[in-house]
């Protein structure tokens, strides 16, 4: 079994500042790569930020310069810090992991997700 547990969700004023952590434990052969997903009512879930087993990250256009995200291979955790919040990145945030549970097989893991607010 593969958990992946959030954090860091909360209320912000626009321009704020908030830092989501996410843990992944269990039967991990190999990950391939994690990241962070959102969706807000009405919407489709859309990929925020995403880090490779070889360390290569992909962002949305949208979040691009004001998002980072990185991981701790000790910890087996990624963070996604965001910066300069606008009231759109208000959304649900789903940690993602993709990973090999054994050596032929990978499937994708989500986080039960953690709310993001932007309002004054």
């Known amino acids: 079994q593969v958990q992946l547990v959030e954090s860091g969700g909360g209320l912000v004023q626009p321009g704020g500042s908030l830092r989501l952590s996410c843990a992944a434990s269990g039967s991990i052969f190999r990950w391939v790569a994690m990241g962070w997903y959102r969706q807000a009512p009405g919407n489709t879930r859309e990929l925020v930020a995403q880090?490779?087993?070889?360390?290569?990250?992909n962002y949305a256009d949208s979040v691009k310069g004001r998002f980072t995200i990185s991981r701790d291979n000790a910890k087996n955790t990624v963070y996604l810090q965001m910066n300069s919040l606008k009231p759109e990145d208000t959304a649900v945030y789903h940690c993602?992991?993709?990973?090999?549970?054994?050596?032929?097989?990978?499937?994708?893991?989500w986080g039960q997700g953690t709310q993001v607010t932007v309002s004054s």
């Open positions: 880090i490779t087993a070889g360390h290569s990250t």
């Open positions: 993602n992991l993709r990973a090999y549970t054994d050596p032929l097989r990978w499937d994708d893991y």
